[in-house]
């Protein structure tokens, strides 16, 4: 005989009212979703890191809808909007008329050159007339370096101190109060123990520059007179002070005339002088 299953009338009662109950919230969670409003998807600026340009898109809208009411989704516009982020430098009204009165590819004589220069000099302070010299370097060959004596003097007075053994101990503390060093050869093993404060500010003594001496009180005397350093940057370009702009042309001639002749001439490209800040005038 097969099994038969009592069924109690109570227990079917509530299975009902549990189905129903089911229901009611499967019906109040659809209704709640219908009533949700449309969602929006907003796209923001993007910025192009390789070509620096704003990529402008416009707002995409997602609808919900029913599928028979669907419409299809508006399409994606890249706009590509280029500027230009580096402003061109320009210089001042001062400037521009002074370089009006050069002309730029001509070579001036040092005379006429420094008559122009005097000119065009805008400046309300006493200007540095400075020499820049474009050297030709070929392949092994050592970037220039020296020493020469202005015979009319340096446009700058520059401090200059004796190394002894005081001397290292205010470096060590930080302060330094002097544009060139001096010292001996006996000195240079306790100087080494400031290198890396004195290295990077170019004021470690070296004999390339003419600061390690044997006679400091001569060395010190013959700088205070005029005897300046020269080298080359990491371009290849000299830049000299050789006086100032309120200074008698015979004795800027005279400068210019001693600096030339330790350069040699094969490795000269260019010379050119100006005054601070102005525009510089080709020389022959």
Not at 203 to 211: A, C, R
Request: hydrophobic share 35%; aromatic share 2%; charged share 30%.
């Amino acid at each position: 005989m097969g099994r038969t299953r009592g069924i109690v009338i109570g227990e079917e009662v509530e299975n009902s009212s549990k189905l129903k109950s089911q229901n009611a919230k499967v019906v109040e969670k659809k209704e709640k979703k219908e009533k949700e409003p449309k969602a929006e998807l907003h796209v923001e600026p993007v910025l192009d890191d390789q070509s620096d340009t704003v990529l402008e898109r416009d707002t995409l809208k997602e609808s919900v809808e029913s599928p028979a009411d669907e419409k299809p989704l508006e399409k994606k516009v890249v706009k590509r909007v280029t500027h230009n982020s580096k402003k061109k430098r320009s210089h001042s009204s001062h400037y521009m008329s002074a370089r009006n009165v050069i002309d730029a590819n001509k070579k001036y004589s040092v005379s006429d050159a420094l008559e122009l220069l005097k000119k065009t000099s805008y400046t309300k302070f006493d200007g540095t007339v400075e020499i820049h010299v474009r050297t030709i370097a070929k392949k092994g060959q050592d970037p220039l370096r020296g020493l020469v004596s202005l015979p009319s003097g340096a446009p700058k007075q520059k401090k200059i101190v004796v190394a002894d053994d005081a001397l290292i101990e205010t470096i060590k503390s930080g302060k330094i109060n002097f544009d060139i060093l001096l010292a001996m050869p006996a000195m240079m093993p306790k100087l080494a123990l400031v290198a890396k404060i004195l290295g990077p500010k170019g004021l470690m003594p070296s004999p390339k520059s003419g600061t390690v001496v044997d006679d400091p009180k001569t060395a010190l005397q013959e700088l205070s007179s005029g005897k300046v350093e020269y080298k080359t940057d990491s371009l290849g370009n000299i830049h000299l002070g050789i006086g100032k702009v309120s200074w008698d042309s015979a004795q800027l001639i005279a400068n210019v005339d001693v600096f030339l002749k330790v350069i040699p001439v094969n490795r000269i490209g260019s010379i050119a002088l100006c005054s601070t800040m102005g525009p510089s005038i080709k020389i022959k």
